[in-house]
């Protein structure tokens, strides 16, 4: 007697994930894959040849279902060699790479090719960025379904000829500054020839659904707009947070390191972490700036510090003069790697001066670390407005028009932030209010799972 085939357990998906060539894209797809791995599903992560070998190592218990696939970057005339990553090129450049990303279309399309020929290998899914309109055109070509995977709900709320809702709340409107470079951004066509804008338009017009890094969770107050604004259904995937036990983990495996020793003398919740990315391009000014203003503030500091613009290394110029001789006693600054996670898991860490990147954000919260921000570009600022309305912290003082700011700017977030006190009690309140989010495993895994079967619930309905 043959059982029911509606008993027998569904055969795992073939996934394709294609991040862009930036880490804060890359490592968030890493992350989606190995959870979809776990789960059993078989998923090919595609990048370029430097960039996979940049990756963490794939958890042991995923990598047997993972194929980490390699496109060999496209030479362009006036790239260095080596530049794959965003990380690896110079502002001036960064329309040259775009050229080179464009040109990773054809060696994709041949990727797939291959991959449909066989029906065994014939991908079920491709999950890409919203940039990458060759990406959806290849999915279209071979009738497979493509997810976009968007940006944060905040960002596509601040764009322009959004439609009004009743659930959005009062709060700063985006200031001249970023509304002028975020439009110099997105519509500058430069070497590559086409606008990010176009990308985003072109891959949202080609795609069958939409994913996105959030929840209503995280952002009730912006995510139900996203489906008006995109004009496709819309999968939410959760925020695919690190967890705090790998955290903790790599908090004692780095227990040796210089930075995880200066926390080990310092008191509990009295050091503020500074770390701004490491493609934020600060000016020197800036830096200095920043300096002084924690000078000014009197906390203690772990300052993760990037070579500004304009630095050709280490030297006297990168900070102010004398810097280091009158805050030794007070803050650690560093210019090399240090292990981010362990240092937000620390027990002596009290607050996070952050450019608002979503991963340090979703990083520092997944330990309720409150707030200071400093937002320089993308979604960094609609980040920023949005944890500002959420009590978290607060943003330094800007010129709304040039977005300078000075040291006492800095001083006084810091201090107010940092420094025992109502305003300190609630920005902590709200810190750990959104920990219980970012936290929240069974949260996140219940949304992983929610998309696995819609992913599943589309593939069934083409395919009758």
């Not at 496109?71 to 965003?86: I, N, Y």
């Not at 080609?206 to 489906?227: D, H, K, N, Q, Y």
């Not at 940092?418 to 009690?425: D, F, K, Q, Y």
């Amino acid at each position: 007697m043959n059982a029911d085939a509606s008993s027998s357990p569904p055969q795992p998906l073939r996934i394709v994930v294609v991040p862009f060539l930036a880490f804060g894209h890359l490592l968030p797809y890493l992350e989606l894959t190995e959870r979809l791995a776990l789960r059993g599903h078989r998923v090919s992560y595609v990048s370029t040849p430097r960039n996979l070998a940049r990756l963490p190592p794939v958890r042991p218990a995923a990598a047997p279902r993972v194929d980490l696939v390699e496109l060999q970057f496209p030479r362009v005339d006036g790239l260095p060699d080596g530049a794959e990553s965003t990380h690896d090129v110079p502002d001036e450049d960064r329309e040259l790479h775009w050229k080179a990303f464009d040109g990773l279309a054809a060696p994709f399309a041949e990727f797939m090719a291959a991959a449909c020929a066989d029906e065994a290998t014939r991908p079920h899914w491709i999950v890409g960025d919203s940039f990458h309109h060759w990406a959806a055109a290849t999915a279209l070509e071979h009738k497979v379904p493509f997810a976009v995977l968007l940006p944060t709900a905040a960002l596509l709320a601040s764009l322009p000829g959004r439609p009004p809702s009743e659930t959005a709340e009062p709060g700063p409107e985006q200031p001249r500054y970023e509304r002028d470079g975020t439009a110099q951004v997105i519509t500058n066509h430069g070497a590559s020839a086409m606008s990010t804008i176009e990308r985003c338009i072109l891959t949202q017009e080609r795609c069958t659904v939409a994913a996105i890094r959030s929840c209503v969770e995280w952002e009730p107050e912006t995510f139900p707009l996203v489906p008006t604004v995109i004009g496709k259904p819309v999968l939410p995937l959760g925020l695919l947070p690190p967890s705090p036990e790998g955290a903790r983990r790599a908090a004692s495996e780095n227990r040796e390191h210089a930075t995880v020793r200066w926390l080990d003398a310092q008191p509990p919740k009295s050091v503020l972490y500074v770390a701004l990315g490491s493609e934020v391009p600060l000016s020197g000014k800036q830096v200095h700036e920043i300096a002084t203003g924690l000078e000014l503030a009197g906390t203690n500091f772990l300052w993760a510090l990037r070579k500004p613009r304009g630095a050709s290394d280490l030297d006297a110029d990168m900070l102010p003069p004398g810097f280091q001789d009158r805050t030794h006693a007070q803050g650690l600054v560093t210019t090399g790697w240090v292990p981010q996670m362990s240092i937000l898991a620390h027990g002596a860490l009290g607050g996070f001066l952050t450019h608002c990147g979503r991963n340090s954000l979703i990083e520092s919260l997944l330990f309720g670390h409150p707030l200071v921000m400093l937002p320089i570009f993308g979604d960094q600022g609609p980040n920023a407005r949005q944890m500002e309305r959420k009590k978290v912290g607060l943003q330094v003082a800007r010129n709304e028009n040039d977005g300078a700011f000075d040291r006492h700017d800095v001083s006084s977030a810091v201090q107010a932030v940092m420094l025992e006190g109502e305003t300190r009690t609630a920005f902590v309140a709200g810190a750990a209010k959104m920990q219980e989010v970012v936290a929240n495993t069974d949260l996140h895994d219940g949304y992983i799972d929610k998309f696995v079967e819609q992913l599943r619930s589309y593939t069934a309905a083409s395919a009758n």
